[in-house]
């Protein structure tokens, strides 16, 4: 009995060693299936770049088609910086899909880094890549080759026009729609003074218009009235007294009988008391709601005319005096509108021209308009034909603005020269000057520009700043060009003004030939003549 139990109990151990061990191999072997699944990658292009070059950094995922993947976002690649992440690239591959993600890295200062290991998920699992060591160059400029150039001092920068080009359009719609309206109406007005009737005739059109106006048929009696008194007021205003229409009617009576008394109308008694009569009835209807009968209203209109046209047979004509008076009056006048009308149209086209230099300052700027328009002598040298000429001897041929004149009163020449050509002056925006030593002299080229700089700082010349390169001119002859800036004062009264220099020296020891440049450094037009001249040189240097 105790055997069989230690042989049952022996290979019942057996046997469930067996099944963990069956059990323990197929989740090896599913484990390893998953991870074969799914694989991250992580690679870069290159590990050694130079300040501000890229790294480009790839991140490569194999899953099932069913597998949710995230990749990095952000700056998780620090100390370097994510320029730019692109877009995922997705290939299938059998039954799973390969998804590609490349990152844009940079680093701005030199030195050794680690682009840290990355975080991928799938699904719930992380998985981390490898990381990368980089190493970030200086750029390495040679100093020995470089150009240098002088520092140029602090520039004030104006503010920015800040009124949009749409307003100044805007304004000067308005300004002209403005002039436009005020001729119009001005001539409205000249036109509808030219066609107005003199006073007598239009009291005569304004009776006629009230025959034919039907309104005592229509038993409109206030209205009639209105209009006759009206017609005859609007007569006194313009031929007899000029405050007729706003003066009442016993007031209208006493000046015209106070005319009459001064013997400056010959009017008849009973034609002032029948307009007197008249104008009171009118008062009464149009006041007092009096309704006369339409025979009495008839006869009204009749005595209204014959009270005008008696009115203006009893006005003096007037005296050659007179007549002389208001000729001239008349002329004063004229000449006033005429001088008004000269007036208004400069004023229209200064508004015009102020509207477009407005709108040419906003959108092209100040200095594009001054160049332009109010103009710039050293564009207008720049743009102007040149001269090219040869001077001296070794000649020198160069093309300049103008001809330059030889120099005669000068003996030691800016170089001790034995030939000397100058354009302009010092105090000018630009200053040329050639200099040429026949051969056979001896010849020291360091002194020959001290002389130089001597003969500037005599002239006020100060704060002078030296720089030196070799030149070739375009048919191949070399020498050497030494410039720089410098800060100019003719006196102490005088500004001081910032210029630039550049001294052209050729042909050391079988010749020598020096061209002089200075001109003034905001001077931007001035710049470009120098060059054009530097490039225009041409000569023969027999030492080569």
């Given at each position: ?9 022996i290979?019942?151990t ?33 590990t ?7 790294i480009?950094?790839e991140l ?26 692109y ?8 039954d ?34 490898d990381?990368?060591s980089?190493?970030v ?6 100093t020995?080759?470089q ?7 602090a520039?004030?920068?104006p503010p920015?026009?800040g ?12 300004i ?6 005020l ?26 218009q ?16 209105s209009?006759l008194?009206?017609?005859?007021r ?5 031929d007899?007294?000029d ?21 400056r ?15 009171e ?11 006369p ?41 004229e ?11 400069i ?14 300052i ?9 160049d332009?328009?109010i ?20 000649s020198?041929t160069?093309?300049?603005?103008d001809?330059?004149?030889?120099n005669?009163?000068d003996?030691?020449g ?31 080229l ?23 390169e070799e ?23 005088s500004?001081?003004?910032s ?15 020096q061209?002089?440049m ?27």
């Amino acid at each position: 009995m105790r055997k069989n139990f230690r042989q049952n109990g022996i290979f019942g151990t057996l046997r469930n060693s067996f099944s963990w061990f069956c059990l323990c191999m197929f989740f090896l072997l599913l484990s390893t299936f998953n991870l074969h699944a799914q694989e991250v990658s992580a690679s870069v292009d290159t590990t050694t770049i130079k300040i501000g070059e890229q790294i480009t950094y790839e991140l490569s995922v194999e899953a099932a088609r069913e597998d949710l993947v995230v990749f990095p976002e952000g700056q998780t690649f620090s100390p370097l910086e994510m320029i730019e992440a692109y877009a995922i690239d997705t290939n299938e591959i059998s039954d799973r899909y390969r998804l590609t993600r490349e990152y844009a890295l940079t680093q701005f200062d030199s030195g050794s880094y680690t682009i840290p290991r990355q975080l991928v998920l799938i699904n719930d699992r992380e998985f981390r890549t490898d990381s990368f060591s980089v190493v970030v160059n200086d750029v390495v400029v040679d100093t020995t080759k470089q150009k240098m150039f002088p520092i140029k001092p602090a520039v004030e920068v104006p503010p920015a026009f800040g009124i949009p080009s749409w307003l100044w359009w805007l304004l000067g719609i308005i300004i002209l729609g403005v002039v436009i309206y005020l001729l119009y109406r001005s001539r409205k007005k000249r036109k509808e003074a030219a066609k107005q009737l003199p006073p007598y005739e239009r009291a005569l059109f304004e009776l006629k218009q009230l025959d034919d106006s039907h309104l005592l048929e229509q038993r409109e009696i206030k209205e009639y009235y209105s209009q006759l008194s009206a017609a005859v007021r609007r007569y006194l205003d313009g031929d007899i007294y000029d405050h007729a229409l706003e003066s009442t009617t016993n007031e209208l009576i006493a000046y015209l009988e106070a005319e009459r008394d001064r013997g400056r109308l010959k009017l008849e008694n009973t034609t002032i008391g029948r307009l007197k009569e008249i104008l009171e009835r009118a008062d009464l209807a149009k006041f007092a709601n009096s309704r006369p009968d339409v025979l009495t209203a008839k006869e009204d209109r009749s005595s209204v005319e014959n009270v005008i046209k008696d009115t203006k047979a009893s006005i003096p004509q007037p005296t050659e005096e007179e007549l002389l008076r208001d000729r001239e009056y008349r002329e004063r006048l004229e000449r006033k509108k005429k001088v008004k009308k000269i007036i208004l149209g400069i004023v229209a086209v200064v508004i015009l021209i102020s509207a477009g230099a407005a709108y040419l300052i906003s959108t092209r700027g100040f200095e594009y308009f001054t160049d332009t328009y109010i103009g710039n002598s050293s564009k207008e040298m720049l743009e102007n034909e040149w001269i090219s000429s040869e001077y001296g001897t070794p000649s020198v041929t160069i093309a300049t603005p103008d001809v330059l004149v030889r120099n005669i009163s000068d003996t030691s020449g800016m170089a001790a020269g034995k030939e000397t050509f100058n354009y302009g002056s010092l105090e000018s925006n630009l200053f040329v000057s050639i200099n040429t030593r026949p051969a056979g002299e001896d010849f020291n080229l360091e002194s020959a520009v001290e002389e130089v700089y001597t003969y500037l700082e005599k002239r006020g010349a100060k704060n002078i700043i030296t720089k030196q390169e070799e030149i070739t001119t375009l048919n191949g002859a070399e020498g050497l060009k030494i410039f720089g800036t410098m800060t100019f004062q003719k006196n102490e009264k005088s500004q001081p003004v910032s210029k630039e220099y550049s001294i052209l020296n050729f042909g050391m020891g079988e010749g020598y030939q020096q061209v002089v440049m200075i001109y003034n450094e905001a001077d931007k037009y001035a710049d470009e003549i120098a060059q054009r001249i530097t490039t225009s040189v041409e000569l023969i240097n027999k030492a080569n």
